[in-house]
Structures are given as structure tokens and as C-alpha cells.
């Protein structure tokens, strides 16, 4: 028995309409045009019809190398490296940053003195689901950037300093999970996503593209 359109789940419904929408355009059925046109419709609409109408027009259906293709990009990444379990990080009238495909350890100490420190997350490899940064920002600016399937809780106190997360905190239960604690003093602490999933719906659309082009 075919369960009724209104009656499934929208956001697995507005999935499977997105992976269409990437798959024919990554294939040269529609423009970039009316890919990221459709692609705005997909995520913002609360409507199951207007969802699956968005790709009415369209054949192509993704496949099984596509899925593991996007498991690989949108997955965060998990190894068990052989680094220590703490990274020690120190800021003093200058700058520290991490980023890249860096190895993320169990515990980050940062001590940030009229510096600034940045930890990226965006494309970093996890060695374990709860990750604890430990902060001591004094007159200082750090910052945290994150991908959207990364939980944030953010534990820190403030004295006479700004807190921003800006991290949704809704990813799944077996997303990496990010705690920070400690203090900021007369200095400030961003919590932030580098880029918006619809962002990387784009970029991972267009190197899937770029891939089929090369393979014609």
C-alpha cells in the first residue's frame, strides 16, 4: 500500500526532490539558472505538492553512485588516528587557526591573550562524537566554524564580553558534538557555519557536474 503524498514525512520528501534537482543539473538537464531557482522553491516550501512539482518535469532519477557520493560530502568524517587525545592551543598579541582536513582530538585547550584563535571545523576529520573545547579568551577574539551536521553547546561565561552562537544544534544523534567551556573576558567568542547547507548544495552540484563533464 502507497502511503499518500501529505501523509510522508516533507523533509524526506524535500530530500529525495533536492537529490533529483542536483542530479539533473549536475547531468545538463536545467540551467544553473533554474537549478538554484527550484533548489530556493525546495527548501523554503512547507507544501508536499509544490515540493515534488518542482521536479515533475524531470526524468533522470538519482542512482546508487550518486547517494555514495553524497554520504562521502555531507557525512562528517570519522577516523580513529593515533593523535593525542589534547591539542594545545596559544594565543598571545598574535593568531592561531586550524583548519583544513585537520584531526580533531578529544579535548582543545585554548588560551587566547589579546590574540585572536579560530578553529574550523568546516572539513575537519572527528576522532570522537564528543569533542570539548576548553577556552580562557582574555581581550581576545576567537572564533568557532562549524558545518550544519555539528552540534554546539556552548558552556562559556562572559565578563564585560560578547557570546554569539549562531549554531543550529539540530543535527542527528550521531553527529560530532562540540562543547565549549571556559571564560571570556573583555573579548569576544563566535560560534558560526563557514557555509550555509544550501551553499554546499551548490558546490557539491557543481562538482558533480564538473566530473560528468570530464567523463562525456
Known sequence: M?????????????????????YNYSHGVISAEAFERR????????????????????SLKADTNYSDKKEHQFT???????????????????NVER?????????ITV????????????????QHQHVTIKLNCII????????????????SYCIISSIENKAPSMASRQAPIITIEGKVVLGSLNVEIKRTIKEKFIAFANNLKSAFDVDK
Request: glycine share 4%.
Open 140 to 155: 581576545g577574539s576567537s572564533k568557532v566554524y562549524i558545518p550544519e551536521n555539528v552540534n554546539v553547546v556552548c558552556k
Open 39 to 58: 533548489l530556493d522553491q525546495a527548501m523554503n516550501s512547507e507544501s508536499h505538492q509544490e515540493i515534488v512539482d518542482l521536479v515533475a518535469d524531470l
Open 99 to 107: 583548519s583544513g582536513q585537520w584531526l580533531v582530538p578529544k579535548t
Open 2 to 22: 502507497t502511503v499518500i503524498l501529505e501523509d510522508r514525512p516533507i523533509e524526506q520528501v524535500r530530500e529525495e526532490t533536492i537529490d533529483q534537482l542536483i
Open 76 to 94: 562528517p568524517s570519522y577516523t580513529s588516528g593515533d593523535v593525542d587525545d589534547t591539542l594545545h592551543l596559544k594565543s598571545m598579541l598574535g
Open 111 to 126: 588560551n587566547n591573550i589579546l590574540g585572536e584563535a579560530v578553529l574550523d571545523f568546516t572539513d575537519a576529520i572527528f
